[in-house]
């Protein structure tokens, strides 16, 4: 790896690093208090039980980020980094439905809870979450990943678009 690609990929980590595996880290605690107020007033019983599935899963998936994945790519990379990442993108697709599973049940929720604040407090959190980890998963599947393994999982924008005017050489 050229001098310049491995700053890059330097760079690159130290940002996702920062910006979303401490920033999860930093949001989680206090969501599971908002899950634990909604959950202190009847509206539902699994809301704290589904954060913590999430919470879990994303600490375990950072944590071999950390510990695995990023010291290979710091030091260029090697012929297993392939499986790994392909391990790390199907992680990243369960998370996103584990989010969208519990949006969708809060969504639910609000029906017959439209005026409740601790809920809505929760709801914009848990969607500032989201949304964090949409951006966090698009930066490794997109950015990161690519530079040591081509994307071949089918769900990949890269293999399930074309591409756009703007990039396309033709
Ligand atoms: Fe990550
Ligand atoms: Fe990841």
Redesign the pocket.
């Known amino acids: 790896m050229s001098p310049e690609a491995s700053r890059q990929v330097g760079a690159l980590i130290d940002r996702?690093q920062t910006r979303?595996?401490e920033g999860h880290r930093q949001a989680l605690p206090e969501l599971l208090a908002m899950a634990a107020k909604v959950e202190s007033r009847g509206i539902d019983d699994c809301l704290v039980d589904a954060l913590h599935a999430i919470g879990d899963a994303l600490e375990q998936?950072?944590f071999k980020?950390e510990m695995r994945l990023f010291p290979m790519m710091e030091q260029g990379g090697n012929t297993l980094i392939g499986l790994l990442i392909e391990d790390l993108h199907h992680e990243h697709v369960e998370h996103e439905k584990a989010m969208d599973d519990l949006r969708a049940r809060l969504c639910t929720l609000t029906e017959a809870h439209c005026t409740d604040l601790a809920l809505q407090q929760f709801i914009r959190g848990l969607d500032d979450l989201a949304s964090e980890l949409a951006l966090?998963i698009r930066a490794?599947d997109e950015e990161l990943f690519p530079l040591f393994a081509p994307p071949e999982w089918p769900d990949s924008p890269s293999t399930s678009n074309p591409p756009s005017p703007a990039t396309s050489t033709s």
């Open positions: 996702i979303f595996h998936h950072m980020e966090h490794e």
